[in-house]
């Protein structure tokens, strides 16, 4: 399964969709992203991560990580994930994620 973080507007995001690539679940940084309205749209759980919610980046990354693999996600993809991910987060799913950009 796999995990998507996204950042903005979500065009990637919805071309995963289109594609019926099996995405258990969609993250961002920014509740203002509109690849969550995608999301929600194509029934995909989604929740934001705004690192200034936590106290630093790896405890958003821990908690990230593990949201992501309740859901079974065990590959990640950034869709346009405009924040930078801790060597905690990279070690979680190391070899298994793939970033591109729009």
């Known amino acids: 399964m796999i995990g998507v973080l996204v950042s903005g507007e979500g065009t990637n995001l919805q071309a995963l969709i289109d594609a019926g690539l099996p995405i258990a679940a969609v993250a961002s940084n920014r509740a203002d992203a509109g690849a969550l309205a995608r999301a929600a749209e194509a029934g995909i ?14 405890a958003r990354d821990r908690e990230l990580a593990d ?4 859901r079974g996600v065990d590959f990640v993809v950034l869709a346009g994930y405009m924040h930078l991910l801790t060597p905690f987060f990279l070690a979680r799913f190391r070899n298994r994620i793939v970033n591109f950009l729009p």
């Open 45 to 58: 759980p989604s929740r934001i991560f705004d690192v200034d919610s936590y106290s630093d980046r790896a």
């Open 67 to 70: 949201w992501l693999l309740l």
